[in-house]
């Protein structure tokens, strides 16, 4: 079975990822950076999510609509 490695990105007006690992748990909040064109931080998430595709990791799964979105990628 090939391992992964999996987060979740939270997209509210409060936005954050959290990386699961085995220890410790990795969350990362995401603020708006207007030097990067971000109005709020749901502009943030959106950038990151950009991001992680870059980095390899996958969209597996969506909650709750748009808010909670899994991805993964293999290691």
Known sequence: MQK??????????????????????NLIELKKDKSMGDRTDRDAARRY?????????????????DAQIMFKRPI
Request: charge should be negative; glycine fraction near 12%; aromatic fraction near 12%.
């Open 4 to 25: 992964g490695e999996y987060c979740e990105v939270f997209v509210y007006d409060n936005s954050s990822v959290t990386f699961f690992q085995p220890n410790p748990l």
């Open 49 to 65: 999510i950009a991001h992680l595709g870059l980095e390899g990791l996958e969209m597996v799964g969506r909650l709750t609509g």
